[in-house]
Structures are given as C-alpha cells and as structure tokens.
C-alpha cells in the first residue's frame, strides 16, 4: 500500500488515552507551547478515570495538621512494601496537594470541611485522611475538570481512535522491533470507519491504563486490554512489576451479571465493617505484625476511632488491600462465606441511611438498582476482584520516558510509583503528578531533539495488515471466545494466591492462546466493529498476560499484589530486586532480575522513621 | 432460566430495521448483559458502546422500548415475561452503526461554553466555600454525559433546533458554572442569545430520564431564566447583586448557589 494515501496528522506531542493521566499530560504540553494531539479508544470523559469512586490523596493537612508530605511518602512506601520507586513516590508526595489545589483553581468542586476548605476521608493504609473526594464519584469530577479545562488548550481531541503500533525511526520493520530507533509516530485506526491514520509525531505519551480485562471477574471495562504495554513492549521498552496485580477485596459477587464491580473502599473508610457468616469481624484475626502497633485490636476501640477519638487506632478492615483480599479468600475457603461466595460488609448498622446516601450515593444506586439491595438496611456481599496493575511500562523517575527515545508513560501503564502494592486514592494523584510530569519530559526531549525523525513505510504497511488480517482470513475462531478463553485462563492460575505449578500451566495454556488468538477472525465491515476491536486488543492482553504470569513466576516471595502459596514469606534477598521484562533478539520474551539502587539516605530514613518523628516536621 | 425475546435494531447511515434476537437470561441480568451475549455468540459485529457497567460513564445510552435509557442500568425484569424488549439507538442523533450514535454536536456546544474563571485566592493561599454553597452545584456536576436528557427534549428531538439550543445537558452545564462560588464570569447575555434558555418550555421531560436524578428543570433551568429574565428587565438589581455578590466571595460566605 502507499502510504502517502493514507491520512495523516502530524502534532509534536502524540498522547495515547484520554483518562486522567492522559488529559494531564496534554495540558502540560499545550502549555509548553507544543502542537499536541489526544487519541482514545471511547469517548473524551469515559476513561476509567471517571469511574474512580474513593477519592485522590494528597497531603493537604485540611482535616488532621499532622499530616505532610513526608507521611504520605512513608505510608505509600510501606503499603507497597519497600519496593516503590523511591524517587517517584517521593515526587509523588510532595507535588499531589499542589496537583490537588490546581484541580480546584480549574473549576473541581470537592467536598468541604467545616472551615471551607478540601475535606478529606479515610482510607486503608493511609496515616490519616488523606483523600479528597466528592462523594463517592470523585473520579467524574476529576476526569470533568480536566476534560473542560482540555478543550480550551488548543489541544486536538481525537475521540474514539485506537492505536496500533508505534513508528520508530532508525529500527526494522515490525517482526524485529525490540532493536532500538527513536520515535516517529503512530498508526491508528478510526472506530467509526475503520479506516487507519497515521500520526507523526516527535514524541508519544502513552497513558493507555492496565490490563485487568485479561481476567474474567475485574472491575475493569473493556478498554483495558493492556494496549500501551504491548506496543512498549513490541518496541522494545521495558516492562517493570508486573507480577504485582492488585485484586481489590470489595467487588460484587451478586448477582452474576455485575459480578466485580466495584464497591468502593470509602465504604469501609466511612465505617462500614467486614463481617463473615458467623457475623464475625473475622479481620481481627489477620492483623499481621508490622501493623499491628497501628490498627485496633478490639472492636471497641475500632468504634472509637470511628467516632473520631483521638489516639484511637484504625480498624483493620481498613488494612492495606492484599491483606484484606486474602483474608477475604481464607474465609470463603473455610466455609465462612456469604450465600454468593463472598462475605458480608455492613454500614447500615454503623451509619444513619442519610449518612450513606450522602456520602456514598452511587454505591447506594448501585446495589438498589442492580442488586435489588437497600445498603442502609442490610449488608452487602462482597469478594476480591481484578482492579489495578501496580506494575507497567519502566521510566525514568523524573522525565518519565521509557528506553525508547521519545516515548513516554504515565498513569495506570506506567510501573514503578506503587511497589508491590497501591494505596487506594494514590493512583488519581500518581494520574496527576505523572501526568505533568511527562508532559514536561516530552517538551524538553523535543526541545533537545536534532533533525525531524522519518516514518517508515515497511512499518505502517506491517501494522495495518496485522489488523485487516483479521477480516481477510477465510474463516477463523470468535475472538470474543479467545478472550473468555484467556480470561478463565488468568483466573484459574494467575489468582491472588500463585504457585509455579499454576503459573506453568497458565504459560502452557497462553501458548495455546497464542495460537488461537493468530487465527481469529472478524465478521463483516470495518465500520464499527466490536469483533474487530476485540480482535485487535488480543495480541495486547496475550502480551500482558504471559507477562505478568513469568514474571510472577519469577519472583519466589510474597509480597504486596503477589502472593505467592509455595514461598509464602517476604524474602531480604527479592526486597533488593525488580521483575524487568523486555522482548528478546529472538522474539522471545525476557525476563531479568534486576538490583535495586540503594534509596537516598534521607528518603530511607523518612520511610522507616516512626510517626512522631514526621507528624510534627515542617513540609519541607 | 428464562429466554427472553429481543428486537435490536440493526443498521447504519442508509438505514436498517429490527432483527429478532434470543437470549438466555440470567439473574440480574441487564439490557447491556443481553446485547454483549449477542455480540459475543450471535453477531460479533454489532456496535454498542459502554464502559462502566455501573451507570457511571454514561456511554450505553440508548431507547429501551421507545424510552431513553441506560442499557446497563436496565434489568430485565422489569419488563413482564414474555414481553419483547426492544432496543434500539437514541433518536435525536445520527446513527453510526446499530446502537451507536454520533454524539460529537454534544461536544461541539460544551466548547462553546466560556470556561470556569475564579477570583483570588485567599491570603492563605486557599479557596474557601461552604458546603452549603456548593450543594447545588455538585448535584449538577453529578451529570455523567449520557445525553438522555438531550435525546429525550423536544426542541432537539422534534424541532430540531440544535442550532438554537444547546440542550438540557448544557443548560446544567451553564447553571453548575453560573452558580459556582468562586466564578466571575458572566454568561448571561449569552444564555438568553446564544445557547437559547427561552426555547425550553418547561416540560421537564429532561427531569424524568435523567439517570442521575438532577432535577434539571427546577434547580437548573428555571435560575438560569429568572437570571436572564431579572437582566433584561432590571439592570440595576443585578448591579447590586453583582457587587454583593463579589465581597461576599472575599470573605468566603457566598450564597449564590444556595437558592
Ligand atoms: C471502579 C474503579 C474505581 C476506582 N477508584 C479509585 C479511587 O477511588 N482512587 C484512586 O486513586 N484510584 C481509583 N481507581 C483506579 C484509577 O481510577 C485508575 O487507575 C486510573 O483512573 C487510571 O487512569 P489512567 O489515566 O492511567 O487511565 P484511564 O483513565 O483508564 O484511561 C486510559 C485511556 O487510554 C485509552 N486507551 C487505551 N488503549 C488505547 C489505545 N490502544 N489507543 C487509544 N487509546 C487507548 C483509553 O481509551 C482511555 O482513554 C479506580 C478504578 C476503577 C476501575
Ligand atoms: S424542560 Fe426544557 S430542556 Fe427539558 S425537555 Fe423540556 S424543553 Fe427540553
Ligand atoms: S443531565 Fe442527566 S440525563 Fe442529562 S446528560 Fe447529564 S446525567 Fe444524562
Ligand atoms: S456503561 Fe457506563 S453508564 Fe452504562
């Protein structure tokens, strides 16, 4: 095919998705001065971001003064047990209340203490209430505030446009990709028509979001297919953490059709209380030792801290989310479940339903209307689901770029911020932080850039017969049922607790997929096709897939997001190293135990230093 | 469980018709749930769009049995056995293919609207707003964009006027704005000229499909008209509102949303 035929568009800085992260970064661009170009798969406004219910965290100090950014720092290195990128959790820290309060100047309207100013609740993990919200629908005011403030930044807004692959400059074709070339666009395809556009570019941002649809019971939509870490991957970037995926405890587990959705965690942040069959508050009895000097250990001083008492301890239902989701799990197993396979979690009998309905309106709307469940009344059932990738595409702390020249990441499809486990609320400020963040990477590449890089013809034509492949083929399977396939795949062996017998049989079985997955084949026109689109995302959430299985696999330790039932302990030796994941000469996949650089001597100190050390500490 | 019985309409720009589906239902089950198995197992091609399955991103808009609805919020049994479900893609915008419409006039009014524009900060460096003042405005930026509202409106629906009127989406959208504490622009001239606050007539047709139950009409609406009919008549009184207005921001005690 020609190319010059094909439409194309040239900005200097490409973003690939349009959630949090992605908008963010856009602005930052637009500010910079730099002709910049957004693409999404859904509409502008309908990211993942806008279904973030819970709250951002930022250490504003607004509700407890004691709270700075050094605290939040400690909490998020402990909740992800030591393995964060310390750099990128202390940037984190210290830029979310100024990304906070900047939300507010563009017109977000959070929910107020009694002085006027941001409130912020409760959440697991958290020293103190941290998270700024809205009710329970602060991902909407989030992703509005951006999105209103975004159309008026001269930024291009490409709606419902899919990327493929990227374009290097300087690297073979497609099938030999991982050999290094910098950045020079992107082919995408359109929705609506079907018909591909390539997007020349200087650099790419990619803040595409996780991967979770590769599992059947997930809070994740179906956009989440893993695109940005298998493009970065084919391209030859470097994926970081992958074995760490985080099931969040509280999904709905009834009725089937809403099986994993999410309930918010702010549901127990604001007092609702984890029960099992017995009626029992059965996590009392998985406090594990280095919490237990700060979380209650009778339920009466766990109500006293509910009614703000000072020097009381949080309960711990309200623990970090691997703890809580295996607790979960155990008591399901034991036979101490709800009748549907999960356990009770009960606010009605803590809170006055017009606490609940103000507070937590859409959790309220949602059980009623799809659950036929009136939450101020009875208890809810609930269990693990598949919610976030703590792990993604490696950066730079700073810059945020990848190891491929000119390309960017952000957001959920970035690794590193969260370690081994993600507090709730610390992912739409990491959307925030980082987001600028990369936006400011990418202006000072371009700035530094020599010499305009030049797209490739054998590379666009390689990427769009991959895609129309798919509806040329004579016959072929439903790829509607490969993705079941795989998503039962991930379930049955990549669980919340893995062991190398599983893990091996999940990578035989994604083999299998493999294969599967190069025959599918897509019905009728191009014209707006789900069959098509699913089709497409299939190699993405395959690459995904086995790279989270070798890389749990690989890592022989429990920690975090990765439980692991046959080395059932936190190991000194893997505290020192990352899961690093590239795409080989051969084209087979790699994976690498990679040291850790000793943290900063002041950071370290920081995150292990006790809580009255830091509560009084200027912010520095 | 039970088979229920569908009509999906089918089709794109040049036209299209129903086709008759089956589906095997199962507890809870939604209208969504049924289109997704027959995507998954009868036409792999059939559009629909959706994100959260939880009435959340407002993106599965469409006409259950000739009423604008969620299609994920809509369960199954709220429609009596053996009752054929028709769904079909909302009316007031073109189609695209199936159930997908093209909403892009939507984001073209949302453009058009002037952008939020906030007075100082206080010394302190912060904005401070009373929850009170802001209740009113949150239950306006409860709006998730599934332009039910816009599709259920006569005016745009069977007058066609988009070119007049913005729509009862972008009426909330001026009102959340308008009523803010903290703003200081003014887009009243351009309520009553450009986006059209005199054509609606009150029918409150938007009120009732509104997922989010915003009462548009009384809360949104309604404030915006008696704005723009208190200017045109009385400029004095909004003078003096104005500057009223303005010190009460300093001093963090605005009432303006708080009607
Ligand atoms: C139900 C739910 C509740 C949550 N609650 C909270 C909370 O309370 N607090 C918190 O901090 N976090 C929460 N999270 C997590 C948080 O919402 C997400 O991690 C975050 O929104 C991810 O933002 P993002 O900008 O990285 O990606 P997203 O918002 O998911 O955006 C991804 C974007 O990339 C686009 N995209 C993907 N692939 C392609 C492609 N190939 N081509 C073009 N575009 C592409 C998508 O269309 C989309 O626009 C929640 C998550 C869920 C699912
Ligand atoms: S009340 Fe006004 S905006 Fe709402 S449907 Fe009727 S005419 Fe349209
Ligand atoms: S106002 Fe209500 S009906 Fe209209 S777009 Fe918003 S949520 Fe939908
Ligand atoms: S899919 Fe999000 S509102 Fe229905």
Same mark, same amino acid.
């Given at each position: ?76 290195m402990r909740g992800g047990k030591f393995l964060n990128q310390w750099?990128?959790a202390?940037?984190?820290?210290? $830029? ?14 959070? +929910?107020?203490?009694? +002085?006027?100013?941001?409130? $912020? ?60 070339? !910098? ?41 989440? @297919? ?14 970081i953490d992958?074995e760490f995926? $985080? ?11 809403? !099986?994993?959705? *999410? ?27 280095k919490?237990?000097?700060? @979380? ?23 623990? @970090?989310? +691997? ?21 009770? *979690? ?44 703590m ?25 590193g911020?969260?370690g081994a486990n ?42 769009? !017969? ?31 607790? !893995? ?53 749990? *696999?690989t890592r022989e330790e429990s920690r975090g997001g990765h439980?692991r039932?046959?080395f059932?302990f936190e190991s000194e030796e893997w505290l020192q190293h990352n899961v ?13 135990k990679v040291k850790r650089d000793a943290p900063?001597?002041?950071l370290r100190?920081?995150a292990y ?12 | ?19 008759? #589906? ?8 939604? =209208? ?10 009868? %036409? ?26 969620? %299609? ?5 049994? &709220? ?23 093209? =909403?892009?006039?939507?984001?073209? &009014? ?20 009373? &929850? ?14 599934? #332009? ?11 007058? /066609? ?34 986006? /059209? %606050? ?29 704005? =723009? =009919?208190?200017? #045109? ?27």
């Open positions: 095919m020609d190319i010059s035929e094909i439409q194309t568009i040239e900005h200097d800085v490409l973003v690939i998705g349009a959630g949090g992260a992605g908008i963010r970064a856009a602005i930052e661009c637009a500010r910079q001065g730099l002709n910049t170009g957004i693409i999404s798969k859904s509409l502008l406004g309908k990211a993942h971001t806008v279904m973030a219910e819970g709250g951002v965290a930022a250490a504003l100090g607004n509700v407890d003064k004691r709270d700075n950014w050094k605290v939040h720092f400690r909490d998020t750099r990128m202390e940037l984190h820290a210290r $830029q979310a209340p100024d990304r906070v309060r900047e939300l507010e100047e563009w017109g977000a309207v959070f +929910d107020r203490t009694k +002085d006027g100013l941001i409130s $912020q609740r409760n959440f697991g993990g958290h020293r103190y209430p941290r998270l700024a919200h809205v009710g329970d629908r602060t991902g909407l005011e989030m992703i509005r505030t951006l999105q209103d403030f975004c159309v008026h930044q001269g930024i291009a807004t490409h709606m419902e446009c899919t990327a493929l692959d990227l374009l290097l400059d300087g690297a073979p074709p497609l099938a030999r990709l991982a050999e290094g070339g !910098r950045v020079a666009g992107l082919v995408a395809y359109w929705r609506e028509t079907g018909r591909f556009v390539i997007f020349k570019a200087k650099a790419v941002i990619f803040a595409t979001g996780g991967g979770g649809k590769a599992w059947r019971i997930t809070s994740n939509s179906w956009e989440y @297919t893993g695109d940005g870490l298998g493009m970065a991957y084919r391209s030859g970037a470097e994926l992958l995926t $985080q099931f969040h405890p509280t999904g709905m587990v009834w009725p089937p059709s809403v !099986r994993g959705t *999410l309930v918010t965690e702010g549901v127990r942040g604001d007092g609702g209380v984890l029960l099992n069959n017995r009626k029992e508050r059965f996590m009392f009895k998985y406090i594990p030792k919490f237990a000097a700060e @979380t209650a250990d009778t339920e009466e001083e766990a109500n006293l801290w509910l009614e703000g008492k000072e020097g009381a301890r949080r309960p711990p239902d309200l623990l @970090t989310r +691997d703890e809580v989701a295996r607790a979960i799990k155990k008591e399901v197993e034991e036979g101490r479940g709800s009748p549907h396979g999960g356990v009770f *979690l009960d606010i009605a009998s803590k809170r006055s339903p017009e606490f609940i309905k103000k507070k937590l309106p859409s959790m309220y709307h949602q059980f009623k209307e799809l659950a036929e469940l009136d939450i101020t009344k009875e208890p809810m059932e609930v269990g693990p689901t598949m919610h976030y990738f792990g993604g595409i490696r950066v730079n702390s700073d810059t945020q770029e990848t190891s491929v020249p000119g390309l960017f990441a952000c957001g959920e499809c970035a690794g911020m969260h993600r507090l709730g609320g610390n992912s739409l400020s990491d959307l925030l932080v980082f987001g600028r963040l990369s936006g400011e990477g990418a202006g000072k590449y371009i700035k530094k850039l020599q010499g305009t890089p030049k797209l490739d013809a054998g590379q666009v034509n390689a990427i769009i !017969r991959r895609a129309t492949d798919i509806l040329n083929r004579e016959s072929g399977t439903n790829p509607f049922l490969v993705q079941e396939d795989l998503q039962d795949v991930m379930q049955k062996y990549v669980g919340i607790i !893995r062991t190398a017998d599983e893990l091996k049989k999940g990578l035989e079985e994604l083999k299998r997929l493999y294969q599967d997955a190069g025959k599918v084949k897509a019905h009728a026109s191009p014209q707006y096709n789900p069959g098509w689109n699913a089709a497409i995302d299939l190699p993405n959430l395959l690459t995904t897939a086995e790279a989270v299985t070798r890389a749990a *696999l439980t039932g046959d059932y690093v994941i590239r795409k080989g000469k051969d084209g087979n996949m790699e994976v690498a900063p001597e002041e100190k920081i230093a006790s809580l009255e050390e830091l509560e009084g500490v200027k912010v520095g | 469980m039970a088979e229920r019985h569908f009509k999906i309409w089918r089709g794109d720009k040049k036209g299209g018709g129903f086709v008759d #589906y089956k589906v095997e239902s199962e507890p809870g089950m939604v =209208v969504l749930d049924a289109v997704h198995r027959v995507q998954a197992r009868q %036409s792999t091609d059939l559009a629909v769009r959706w994100n959260c399955k939880a009435g959340k991103c407002g993106s599965c808009s469409v006409e259950i049995n000739g009423k604008p609805r969620l %299609s994920c919020m809509t369960r199954l049994n &709220q429609f009596p056995e053996g009752q054929t479900i028709t769904v079909q893609p909302l009316k007031t915008f073109p189609v695209i293919k199936d159930l997908v419409t093209d =909403v892009s006039w939507n984001y073209a &009014q949302n453009k058009k609207i002037a952008p939020f524009k906030p007075g100082k900060k206080g010394t302190d460096g912060n904005y401070r707003m009373q &929850q009170r003042d802001i209740d009113r405005v949150q239950e306006f930026r409860k709006c998730i964009e599934c #332009y039910l509202c816009q599709d259920v409106c006569h005016v745009l629906r069977d007058q /066609g006027k988009k070119d007049k009127f913005v729509g009862p989406r972008f009426m909330i959208r001026l009102a959340s704005l308008e009523m803010h504490p903290l703003d200081t622009e003014d887009r009243v001239p351009k309520i009553k000229e450009e986006y /059209g %606050s005199g054509l609606c007539n009150i029918t409150k047709c938007c009120t009732d499909v509104c997922p989010e139950h915003i009462h548009i009409t009384d809360n949104g609406i309604i404030p915006l008209k008696e704005r =723009v =009919v208190d200017r #045109y008549y009385d400029p004095i009184l909004w003078l003096v509102r104005k500057l009223f207005r303005k010190s009460n921001i300093e001093d963090g005690k605005n009432r303006r949303g708080g009607r």
